[in-house]
């Protein structure tokens, strides 16, 4: 099909580890991405990760890619209250616009 | 640096008017986008503009929307007349030129149609 797909919430406990996982459709973006939204805010970029690559690490967060099966993930070690948010992944399309998942509430408890 | 700055936040309007969004991307930014993100979604792309060109406007519903970016800075996104399904926060994004790997957002204007 045409969407990005997402699980619509997640739940963990602060110093846990979060996984959202992302199943996307074209075979040929060039890039995957992963934007934050907090409440009232507008999209921040968290980190993305070119197609050729299996891993990305960027301090708390790890970005997993498989191709093949058109798969990524987003893992945060070390899940801060502050991260509740919700997470939308991305997939580039013809290099000039994004498609967006439904997005992945995540909530972290005290 | 500033960063993409939209107006008004909010507007509630009556159904079967217009109304109008304002975007300011970053300085220098020659790509913009305007985005539509209904309540539990993603964004859509609505149209995007490299300088003062819409250079992607096929998911802009041209019957009651329009949208402008006369010199290439700002723009302006109308909707004309509103419906009840319009209301959801509509957002713009810039690029520092086409095909640049990151996109940045304005907080977006909610726009509730009563």
């Known amino acids: 099909g045409e969407d990005v797909e997402q699980s619509l919430f997640l739940s963990v406990r602060e110093g846990d580890s979060s996984v959202i996982n992302c199943t996307y459709t074209d075979s040929s973006s060039t890039y995957l991405y992963w934007y934050k939204q907090e409440p009232g805010a507008g999209l921040q970029l968290l980190t993305y990760i070119f197609s050729n690559m299996d891993m990305k690490q960027d301090q708390r967060l790890t970005v997993l890619l498989n191709k093949k099966d058109k798969h990524l993930s987003l893992r945060i070690a070390d899940t801060q209250t502050g991260d509740s948010a919700i997470y939308f992944c991305?997939?580039?399309?013809?290099?000039?616009?994004?498609?967006f998942g439904a997005g992945t509430r995540l909530t972290v408890k005290p | 640096e500033a960063g993409v700055v939209q107006s008004p936040r909010y507007k509630i309007i009556e159904k079967k008017q217009p109304v109008a969004f304002w975007c300011n991307p970053i300085s220098g930014h020659n790509t913009l986008y305007w985005y539509r993100q209904n309540l539990g979604q993603g964004p859509e792309l609505l149209i995007r503009?490299?300088?003062?060109?819409?250079?992607?406007d096929s998911q802009l519903p041209k019957d009651r929307f329009s949208a402008e970016r006369l010199k290439g800075v700002d723009s302006t996104l109308k909707i004309q007349p509103a419906e009840l399904g319009d209301s959801a926060v509509y957002l713009c994004?810039?690029?520092?030129?086409?095909?640049?790997?990151?996109?940045?957002f304005g907080q977006g204007t909610r726009l509730t149609v009563v």
């Open positions: 994004a810039s690029n520092p030129w086409e095909g640049a790997t990151e996109a940045f």
């Open positions: 991305a997939e580039s399309i013809n290099n000039n616009d994004m498609r």
């Open positions: 503009y490299e300088n003062e060109e819409a250079v992607d």
